[in-house]
């Protein structure tokens, strides 16, 4: 273990058990939080258990007090986790936590669910706030061991975007060129937020009424169908997925054709910012395989909503600036990739799921849905505008307010 995590760590269990000998609930919550600033630079499994453990923690003492209950007394191994870990026993300190998550899920058969349940919000909490602070959503998932549906769902449903996006007009602009007989790349982020919304329909109305093709490189296929497939969760909504494929509205591109691609920008990306002679791992594969595929392939456009690999492509020194500001620490730029960075991806065009609704909505796509309400085709922009925002597309309220009075005054 890194001598700077182990000391974070320590710092930690020591207020952690603090908090646990007063019932202090609220002061594990933040020690959760604590440990995502080592958890997004050096994304290791040790800060990253020690937030899900952390935060499991604080919300399980809380229903015990609240409910009259006898809360669990942890307290026993946190000290010997501690001790362990002051020794440098690093093995000793992995194998005490990781008995805790066992102990704590099977402790009580009828809370066993609900504390499950709260293990895995815990992880998607954390893979949340490690978004926050400059990492993909791929990657965020990757490291937590949960799926983008889930963790897309929970960053549109609790992330109140405060920037405006001055490409803003433009996307719009290059959107309308690119969906008129050509083809579209999409990253996974795009076909959640509109699948979630029932919106996904509209790409076969592309499809007819311009000529546009849609590929899909098959990393996202696999996050986006198969994955899910495998679950109850978002089940449904991968079949409506799959049910594209197999009307061929959607492409797949076989890995191997853009496989050495994707793996150089991914080295690239990720040794683009680093701390302390650490490279810091922005971005996850399949992502840079909706890349690679557009590059690959000269496709017109490519669709990602996330915000973090549009800046990767778009405005690297302004990712660096929004990572020192979440991280409150200053980061290495490596000038020499970041001029490679530019020449692999300097021509690709980006936008959003936002500007396919809106376009949908500007070509009468979306007029079915006009129903008899006062101001009826305003409260549809609006309302679908909301929804792929709500479902994770990142886009700040001020621009779908101008798009609403713009289209739709």
């Not at 978004?131 to 983008?148: D, K, M, N, Y």
């Not at 595929?293 to 909503?305: F, L, N, T």
């Not at 500007?355 to 309400?373: A, C, K, N, Q, R």
């Amino acid at each position: 273990m890194l001598p700077a995590i182990k000391e974070d760590i320590l710092a930690v269990l020591d207020r952690a058990i603090d908090a646990l000998s007063s019932q202090d609930f609220m002061s594990l919550s933040e020690l959760s939080n604590h440990t995502i600033h080592d958890a997004s630079i050096y994304q290791e499994d040790d800060p990253l258990t020690l937030a899900v453990l952390m935060y499991a923690l604080s919300k399980i003492i809380q229903r015990s007090v609240e409910q009259g209950q006898t809360p669990p007394t942890p307290l026993a191994a946190l000290k010997r986790a501690r001790d362990a870990l002051s020794e440098d026993d690093d093995n000793s300190y992995r194998a005490a936590i990781k008995q805790l998550l066992r102990t704590i899920v099977t402790q009580d058969s009828q809370l066993k669910l609900y504390i499950q349940d709260v293990i895995q919000k815990a992880k998607i909490k954390k893979a949340s706030k490690m978004h926050e602070h400059g990492i993909s959503v791929a990657r965020t998932a990757e490291l937590l061991g949960i799926s983008q549906w889930e963790l897309q769902d929970y960053i549109g449903q609790t992330t109140r975007e405060g920037f405006t996006d001055e490409r803003a007009l433009k996307r719009l602009s290059s959107a309308r060129i690119a969906v008129k007989d050509s083809t579209i790349v999409f990253d996974t982020g795009p076909i959640i937020s509109l699948t979630v919304t029932n919106l996904l329909w509209i790409l076969e109305e592309f499809k007819m009424k311009f000529g546009t093709s849609f590929a899909l490189p098959i990393g996202v296929k696999h996050e986006l169908v198969d994955k899910p497939l495998e679950t109850r969760r978002f089940k449904f909504e991968a079949i409506q997925v799959q049910r594209l494929l197999e009307r061929n509205i959607f492409s797949l591109v076989p890995e191997e054709n853009i496989r050495g691609r994707a793996l150089e920008l991914l080295r690239l990306a990720n040794s683009l910012l680093s701390f302390k002679g650490k490279p810091i791992q922005i971005v996850q594969q399949g992502e840079m395989e909706t890349l690679a595929c557009a590059i690959e392939y000269r496709a017109s456009a490519v669709v990602i909503d996330e915000r973090i690999t549009r800046l990767l492509i778009e405005n690297p020194l302004g990712l660096k600036n929004l990572m020192e500001k979440r991280l409150h620490m200053s980061l290495y730029l490596d000038m020499r990739v970041l001029k490679k960075l530019k020449e692999e991806l300097s021509n690709l065009i980006v936008f959003r799921s936002i500007e396919l609704v809106t376009i949908s909505f500007e070509v009468g796509i979306l007029d079915p849905l006009i129903v008899h309400i006062p101001h009826a085709k305003r409260e549809l922009l609006e309302s679908v505008l909301w929804g792929v925002k709500l479902a994770g597309c990142s886009v700040g309220e001020d621009e779908i307010n101008m798009i609403v009075k713009k289209f739709a005054a």
